[in-house]
Structures are given as C-alpha cells and as structure tokens.
C-alpha cells in the first residue's frame, strides 16, 4: 500500500522560507515521476513542480527562481524547498506520486497535505 505523508507547512512572514517533506511507503521515488501540488481557497488545484524518475524537473512559472524540488532516494522523501515567500504562495500542499516513470500529468497517490501560510 502506497502512503505519501507530507510534513513543514506552517506560517511564515512574507520573504521566509519553509521546507516540506513527503515521505513515501510502499513506493520507491526514485523510479517514478512525483510532484509538488497546491490549492488555494476557492481556487483549482496547481500543479508547483514535479521531478521524474530521470530527475528531469520541472516548475510552474511562478515559483522559479523561489522552489526547488528534489528527493533523498536513500530515505525516499520528496522535498519542496520554499525561499522568498509570497503571500500568493498560500495554500494547502500536498504531494503525489505516479505509476510511471515520465511525468504525463497523471499522479495515482497523494499525500494529505500541508498548509503554508504567507503573511504580508
């Protein structure tokens, strides 16, 4: 059974920095294409980043440059890096995982989530 367990949220003041974890059972990421998603309040699911099992990443425009993604293979976490906060930034994170090597959009297991909150 695949459980995906994310932890690090919390508030922060715009300009901080956060680092959330995804701890993956009954799964090896180090195969597979996982990803960081986000949803705001009254807003639809955004896809933040995502790293496939050829560590190819990729990031949504907005948080270039601020998030960094990456994965401890020997302890089989996925971690979200978070620099330069914005209040834009708020919202519920959670992670996911896929069945396949290359990231194609679709994501089979998901964590529960972690809320980040940026105060101005």
């Known amino acids: 059974q695949v459980q995906l367990v994310e932890s690090g949220g919390g508030s922060v003041q715009a300009g901080g920095s956060l680092r959330l974890s995804c701890a993956a059972s009954?799964?090896?990421?180090?195969?597979?294409?996982m990803g960081w998603f986000r949803q705001a309040p009254g807003k639809e699911r955004e896809g933040v980043a995502t790293v496939d099992g050829f560590d190819t990443i990729t990031y949504t425009n907005s948080v270039k440059g601020r998030f960094t993604i990456s994965k401890d293979n020997a302890n089989n976490t996925l971690y979200l890096q978070m620099n330069s906060l914005k209040p834009e930034d708020t919202a519920m994170y959670s992670c996911a995982a896929a069945r396949l090597r290359w990231c194609n959009g679709q994501f089979h297991y998901w964590g529960q989530g972690t809320q980040v909150t940026v105060s101005s």
């Open positions: 009954g799964y090896t990421i180090s195969t597979y294409c």
